[in-house]
């Protein structure tokens, strides 16, 4: 049989439908498609594909189980590694990560990895039971978790099953932090998906406490010192969003894609009127920014029932963060790309309501220090475009708040919190940190694999602890 060079392609619902609707796009390979991409697997004798994925799946053995057609066995394989497949399966940037490194890649496309690993996890969603059994001992150290994405939840996955008893205290009424109130539906379905992979979670005796603001309910030194937890873990992401700092941002219609996203996917408001969310998104919208968070809140305002969505970006199409297969989703269902362009001013009707952005025209000159060619503006090139609503989408920080009621640990100028890399080990004793709120906004997996290295670090204090 020939060797296929080429990618099995993913069944998706067809864009002039699905930019409709909040259902999923992708709608995951097939058993035939799933043993056919399986099969393109070389299984080197270096899998140099493992060295790209930061929580160390075994991706070879997986794909090996998937040939056999023990699609459980291929689960349980990846769940060694990782407690969010079906997640990481659909967000996970696998083309800079595992794939990158596949040598199918060389000569063609690298084998789907990412497609693989979810259609496992959906196979086994649907069809396996899945024993999941109380892992956490009932005597055993206490550990708390602040925050409940993707680093909390892999750091309380792995910690639970060395049998510490984990509670994670989440600010907001739902847990999943980014993987419910950041990722849309049609990208992330959140009861299919999210839901049960955080009830997997508490089967394995993981206490999840919702609407808990650590640093308003109490600190990270009373959770120590009155609550008698024996580390703390400090996983509260990336949350507050950057602003441009231009004239009418303040306007009726502006919106941050933090509270557009949050406001649409933990608070349903797509799903108005049966969800008490309203959310107002007029003819014409434009999204400020090139990343991931902008291409989801261009499609989700595409979905709400905009007419016309713009994307504007400061860069050309080659530098655009996002991946690739965002931006050809976005294109596909209609999504006008602005590029080399840069928002100077928003415009207001006498009311103060949004009515045009002003752009400036852009041109690309030296890399700057991130690698890419610096965006230069074009003197006397200013332009207004229309539109009523505006999404600004350029990136977020750290909230405070921890950092703040907590003196003793050290941050950076940009207000993260300063940990070891490879521990995650704060300046406090006993306090650990890890994903966003020490990197800066990053990816799922990015913070998952700093979440594995934690509760390893923690294991190994908490050891350390018991037998002095």
Known sequence: MPLVMQKHEMPEQDANVRRNNFDEVALGYTEELAL??????????????????????????????????????ANAKIK?????????????????????????????EPVG???????????????????????????????AIIGSGPAGLACAGDLAKK???????????????????????FRLPKDKVVKPEIDNLR????????????????????????FNFDAVFIAT???????????????????????????????????FPEYATPINVGKKVAVVGGGNVAMDSARTALR???????????????????????????????????????????LGDEKGYVKAIRCIKMELGEPDASGRRRPVEIPNSEFDIDVDTVVI?????????????????????????????ETGKTTKEGVFAGGDIVTGAATVILAMGAGKKAAKAIDEYLIEKRNK
Not at 204 to 214: A, H, L, R
Not at 243 to 266: A, D, H, K, Q
């Open 203 to 226: 089967k394995m005796g993981v206490k999840i406490e919702v609407n808990s603001v650590v640093g308003k309910l109490f600190t990270v030194d009373e959770l120590m010192q009155e």
């Open 36 to 73: 056919a991409e399986a099969n393109r697997c070389l299984h080197c004798k270096v899998p140099h594909c493992r060295k790209g994925c930061p929580v160390d799946i075994d991706i070879p053995a997986f794909i090996a189980k998937i040939k056999e057609g023990d699609f459980e066995g």
């Open 80 to 108: 060694e590694a990782s407690s969010l497949p079906a997640i990481c399966g659909r967000v996970c940037p696998q083309e800079n990560q595992c794939e990158k490194y596949c040598v199918m890649g060389i000569k063609g």
């Open 237 to 271: 992401g990336a949350g507050l969003p950057h602003f441009m700092n231009i004239p009418g941002e303040n306007l009726n219609g502006v919106y941050s894609s933090n509270e557009f996203l949050t406001r649409c996917n933990l608070m349903k408001a797509y799903r």
């Open 113 to 143: 990895i990412g497609r693989l690993e979810r259609f496992v996890a959906d196979y086994c969603m649907q069809n396996c039971e899945e024993k999941i059994e109380k892992t956490v001992k009932d005597d055993a150290q206490k550990v």
């Open 393 to 421: 989408a350029i990136g977020q920080g750290p909230n405070p708040l921890i950092q703040s009621t907590t003196p003793d640990m050290q941050t950076n100028k940009r207000g993260n919190i300063i940990a070891d890399e």
């Open 304 to 346: 709400l029932g905009a007419e016309k969505v713009y994307i504007v970006y400061r860069r050309s199409e080659k530098e655009l963060p996002a991946r690739r297969e965002e931006v050809e989703h976005a294109k596909q269902e209609g999504i006008e790309f602005k590029l080399l362009n840069n928002p100077v001013a928003i």
């Open 163 to 185: 049998g510490y008893q984990v509670t994670i205290f989440e600010a907001l009424h739902t847990a999943g932090g980014v993987l419910s109130y950041g990722i849309p539906e």
